[in-house]
Each structure stands twice: as C-alpha cells, then as structure tokens.
C-alpha cells in the first residue's frame, strides 16, 4: 500500500506541476530537432465582456407574420460568420437566436460603425471565369462585379509563376452572372458513382449566358464566390444549355449541403436589421477581470480558513488538493480553449464550492469511523467508499443541469448560459479527480508518517 501511494504520489505531482506551468503567464515550449521544430504558447482566451468590443443583434428584416425557413436563416447566419471572419476578428461569436435573430459578438473590434454596415449588407454570389488555373477554396478575390473595374486577367497561371499572389489588387476577375440568375439548388447524387454533387437551375436570362459561356470554355474553370470568397471550381465538361447543370466535385454530405444552401441564399440572403447593439470598452473589461480575480481570491481564502479551523490537517490537504484543482481547472481552460466571460468566472468560482463539498463529504466520513473506534487504514477506506455514492450522484446531477444549460445556450444563443455551464461543468470533473485521487493519495502518504489513531484532534476529532 505504501508503494502504491509513493507511485501515486509522484504521479500527482507530475499532473500538478504540468497544470501549474500550463497555467502560469509563462507557458510557451520552444525546441528544434533536425528539421523539425516546435512552438506552442497557450493564452487564455477573453470574452466580449472582459475584452471589449462590440455585441450586435440582428433580425430578420420581412414582416413579422411572414413566415421564414430553417435554411434561410441558417444560410444568412452562415454568410454572416463568413462575413465576420473577414474582419480578422479574433474568435467572433454568431449564433442563431430563436426563429429570427442573429446574434454576434466581436472582441476587440475598433470600428464598430464599419462592422455594422457590412453585416447588414446583401451577399453577393458570383459565377467567376478562372480560365485554366483553379482556385482553392477561401481564397480572397475581386471581380469586375464587385469592384467596378474592368477584368484584367487574361492567363492566371502565368500570373501565378511571376508574382504567387493570387488576391494582389492589381488581379481583376471577370464575373460571368450573379446569383440573380440562379432560380434553384439542391443536392444530389452521381447514379454512375453514387458521389455527391449540386443540381441547379437558371433562370431564362441566365441560361442564356451560362450556355454561351460554357459552350466556348469547355474545360476551362469556373469560380463560384460569395462576398469575394471562392467556395468551389468546379471544371467546365460540357456546354450548359438547358438552363439546369450540375456541379460536380469531392464532396461529402456535408459539404455538398452547405455549398447548395450557399448557392440559394447567397444572392439575396434574408435583409438584415439591427436591433440593439453594444459598445463595451476595453476599460471596462480589465476593470472586470480585476473584480473577477479579487472575487476569486476571498473566495479561495474564505474556503481555506473555514477548512484549516473546522478540519486542521485534513483541512490542510483540502486546501493543497484545492490549490492542485484550480490549476488544473485553469490549464484545462487555456488548453482546450474555452473563452473566458464574466459568467463563465463565477462558474468557476461556484465550482470551487463543490470541489470543496466533496472533501467536506469524505472527511466527515473518516472522523464517524474514527468516533467508533475504527483503525485509521479502515477509516480512510470506509470514508472515501462510503462518500463516493453521494460524491457521484451530486456530480452526475451537477453535470445533467449544465448539459441542459450548455444546449440552451447553444440553441438559443445566450452565450452567458453557455459559457457558465461550460466552465462549471469542467470544474465538476476536475473536481472528482482531485477529491478522489489527489486527496485520498495525500491523505494515505500522511497516515503512513504520521499516526492519526493517537493525535485525532489533529484532524478535528
């Protein structure tokens, strides 16, 4: 049993040290072997609330009782986001909330006004001549459509070999149509090879055009772009002149659908209003993180008075496992990265409560052995088996209620309900970890040096 413990000993102090220094401001690996190279740095990642910036509510800009579809407000909020990510916003928030709103969130941003207007502006899809060199998914290009220009770009490929930068503002791409033209398009499959791919339709004026385009550009590509991001270029095989085609590409499922709901809905998305929108100042947020960490901090210090009078020793391992939790808890959160709002703080601060009760639990346990006379390997034993019933249950039905808040949250975007059951959910789980093997680990490695049966009110019996 001892050797166990001494095992289990280090084994603690090695995660402890880890999630200390992962923890730590200082946490950043650099090394080089050979060819091969490693740098990682982990931060923590702030919120809107703690980094300023700006939270804007959108909706549906129709009548109220007209009806709107899953796919069109799914599609909007995907070219929202797509929209947003163009900023060069870090980690920006768009969720969908109820049947109508649109809910973003940006850290950091400096033009609040700039931000706005492109979020309410309609998308534009286009239909972009790529001649013989394709174009990867994502990548940023302007077009005679969108900027007013005349198209300049006559052999891409010789472009590429002189000068490798494919969004250079000097490239002038010319736009076929627009998705004005695009009456439908859904999904569908290959029957010769089951692969997935979009059917579409055109209406009369862009199936003229797409006939005479495709008819003397047969192998040729062509780009299809949302708001000057290519999502796709696909291969000319064959004149077009039915006014229907199919795109035909490596496509999943997945990815097969979101390009058909891009296609419908790119053009003219649902318009866009503002309801309300809110400018949090970077002031404010380190004023809140201050208040945050000091809150923090009598909370911790409250916790480890109460425990060190009311348990003495035991107290003292309570007090060391809840020191191991918190880092754990906060590596956890740079690692995975969860982003830290000032709801998502006071989860992890109520999680220190429960770390807390479940020592609470244990030590309880342990000191009713010891009343009845029971040897002090028995009562540790007992202590902890009989606790783990409670321990579990009060965890389990923790970690329900934070599944139910998580899915709220997500499905209604109230980022606040989200982010405080998420970090409230990983402190539960950490919890555990340190209740049941960091403190049962210290409390057997101080039973083998000290002999509790004969210094009971060391530990408050």
């Known amino acids: 049993m001892s050797y166990k413990s001494n095992r289990m000993l280090v084994l603690v102090g090695c995660i402890f040290g880890l999630a200390v220094w992962i923890a730590s401001p200082f946490s950043e690996l650099y090394f080089q072997i050979g060819d091969t190279s490693v740098d990682w ?57 109820g049947d109508r709103r649109i809910s973003v969130e ?34 940023i290009v302007r077009t005679d459509a969108n ?43 290959d029957q010769m090879t089951a692969a997935y791919q979009i059917n579409f339709n055109l209406n009369d004026e862009g199936s003229a055009v797409f006939a005479d385009h495709t008819a003397n550009n047969v192998g040729s590509y062509m780009a299809i772009v949302l708001d000057g991001k290519v999502l796709s270029s696909p291969v000319i095989r064959d004149a077009i002149t039915s006014g229907s085609g ?51 901090a ?54 220190v409560g429960v770390a807390v009760d479940a020592n609470i639990l244990i030590f309880e346990r342990i000191k009713e052995e010891l009343r009845e006379g029971r040897q002090i390997e028995f009562a540790i034993d007992a202590g902890f088996r009989r606790a783990w019933p409670s321990i579990r249950d009060s965890n389990i039905s923790t970690i329900i209620t934070c599944t139910i808040l998580f899915w709220f949250g997500s499905t209604f975007g109230a980022s606040i309900v989200k982010g405080f059951a998420l970090t409230l959910v990983i402190g539960v789980c950490v919890s555990m970890f340190t209740a049941i093997v960091a403190t049962r680990t210290f409390i057997y490695v101080l039973s083998k040096r000290i002999d509790l049966s004969k210094r009971k ?5």
């Not at 850290?107 to 990867?136: C, H, Q, R, W």
């Open 246 to 296: 199919v795109i035909s590409g490596d496509f999943s499922a997945e990815t097969a659908n979101k390009l058909a709901v891009q296609l419908r809905y790119g053009s003219l998305p649902i318009p866009l209003s503002v309801v309300n929108s809110r400018t949090i100042g970077p002031t404010l947020g380190q004023d809140s993180v201050r208040l945050s960490m000091l809150a923090g």
């Open 457 to 461: 009110s060391w530990i408050g019996v």
């Open 41 to 97: 740095e982990v931060e923590v990642r702030q919120g809107l609330d703690l980094q300023g910036g700006l939270q804007v509510l959108l909706e549906a800009d129709v009548p109220s009782d007209e009806q709107i579809s899953r796919d069109a407000m799914t599609a909007t909020r995907a070219i929202v986001e797509q929209r947003v990510n163009g900023l060069g916003v870090a980690e920006p928030i768009v969720q969908s909330q």
């Open 147 to 189: 900027t007013g220009y005349e198209a300049n770009v006559d052999n891409l490929a010789s472009f590429v070999a002189d000068d490798d930068q494919i969004d250079s503002d000097e490239l002038i791409f010319k736009t076929i149509m627009t998705g004005a033209d695009l009456r439908s398009a859904t999904v569908g499959r």
């Open 298 to 351: 009598i909370g911790f210090a409250t916790v480890a008075v109460f425990m060190l009078m009311y348990y003495r020793l035991f107290g003292l391992v309570a007090v060391l496992a809840l020191t191991m939790y918190s880092a754990i808890t906060f590596a956890l959160f740079k690692i995975i990265p969860v982003t830290l709002t000032l709801p998502g703080i006071a989860g992890f601060v109520l999680s």
């Open 106 to 139: 940006l850290p950091g941003i400096d033009n609040p006004e700039d931000a706005i207007e492109l979020l309410k502006e309609t998308g534009l899809l286009e239909f972009v001549d790529m001649k013989t060199s394709p174009l990867p998914p994502g990548t």
